[in-house]
């Protein structure tokens, strides 16, 4: 199993370590894809580097296509190859995740259109403007769009993205 964590400057540094830690423990290979290969800064300082830069063709490579939030999103909706690869994974079957405001990729990736969203607060009206239709709880799934509303909600990410991957 591959997983694709989407990495920019000014990530949330909670949603990318998590997840990171958590697929390799599943067993997965697991690449930060960045729109550079170059080293990324979080929203705290943290520093990683992207291993593979983003390529909308290899798209389908990965299982499952992670988006963390922070300020990173704001930065990866800005670029059309990150716009690419998310719509052609998500439109392949692919699992897509996104965390706090993550589904602002989703939005500009034009995959949100009615779908239950959860999202964090600040970007409900674009959820909402976008077509998204905003759930109660702090998770989402629709399809093979999982989405949750902040780095608590990251536990039953897994669990849904675990199911629909039948790793259980």
Request: with cysteine.
């Amino acid at each position: 199993m591959r997983a694709a964590i989407l990495v920019e400057d000014y990530f949330d540094e909670r949603e990318l370590i998590y997840p990171l830690y958590r697929l390799k423990e599943l067993g997965f290979e697991v690449d930060l894809v960045g729109p550079e290969l170059r080293e990324y800064h979080g929203k705290q300082g943290f520093k990683v580097k992207a291993n593979v830069q983003v390529d909308p063709s290899k798209a389908t490579y990965y299982d499952l296509i992670w988006i963390p939030g922070g300020y990173a999103p704001d930065r990866l909706r800005r670029n059309k190859g990150v716009l690419e690869f998310v719509k052609k994974a998500y439109e392949s079957g692919k699992v897509v995740a996104a965390v706090c405001h993550a589904p602002w990729v989703l939005i500009s990736a034009g995959v949100i259109k009615g779908k239950k969203v959860a999202a964090f607060h600040a970007i409900h009206d674009d959820v909402r403007n976008a077509g998204g239709v905003l759930v109660e709880g702090n998770v989402a799934v629709d399809g093979n769009l999982v989405t949750g509303t902040d780095p608590e909600a990251m536990p039953e990410m897994f669990k849904s993205i675990r199911k629909l991957l039948k790793l259980d």
